[in-house]
């Protein structure tokens, strides 16, 4: 059993700069692909960024290609989020996620089997 916790959320104006962080525990998150993903309300949980298990392969969502970083420490277990240039449409509740061992990192929601609760990310115009 692994237990994620994001913090890091908060209020910013529109072209800030937040990082999230996932801290993990209960199992080590080497060699398992990491997610983020954000949900806005009324809408499905959507794909933000992954790192794949050994942190050399990153996808990311269009809407977020050049803004977001992802980034993986393992020997912390955490995985943090690094989002510049936010813009109002950024304004969700991001989830951290783990996927399966030793593969890329995926973009599809159903590959991952543990989450965090989130942490809700509001951006101001």
């Known amino acids: 059993q692994v237990h994620l916790v994001e913090s890091g959320g908060g209020l910013v104006q529109a072209g800030g700069s937040l990082r999230l962080s996932c801290a993990a525990s209960g199992r080590s998150i080497s060699t398992y692909i990491m997610g983020w993903f954000r949900q806005a309300p009324g809408k499905e949980r959507d794909f933000v960024a992954a790192?794949?298990?050994?942190?050399?392969?990153?996808n990311y969502a269009d809407s977020v290609k050049g803004r977001f970083t992802i980034s993986r420490d393992d020997a912390n277990n955490t995985v943090d989020l690094q989002m510049n240039s936010l813009k109002p449409e950024d304004t969700a509740v991001y989830y951290c996620a783990l996927g399966p061992r030793y593969d890329g990192a995926s973009s599809y929601r159903e590959r991952y089997g543990y989450w965090g609760q989130g942490t809700q990310v509001t951006v101001s115009s």
């Open positions: 790192i794949n298990w050994n942190g050399i392969r990153t």
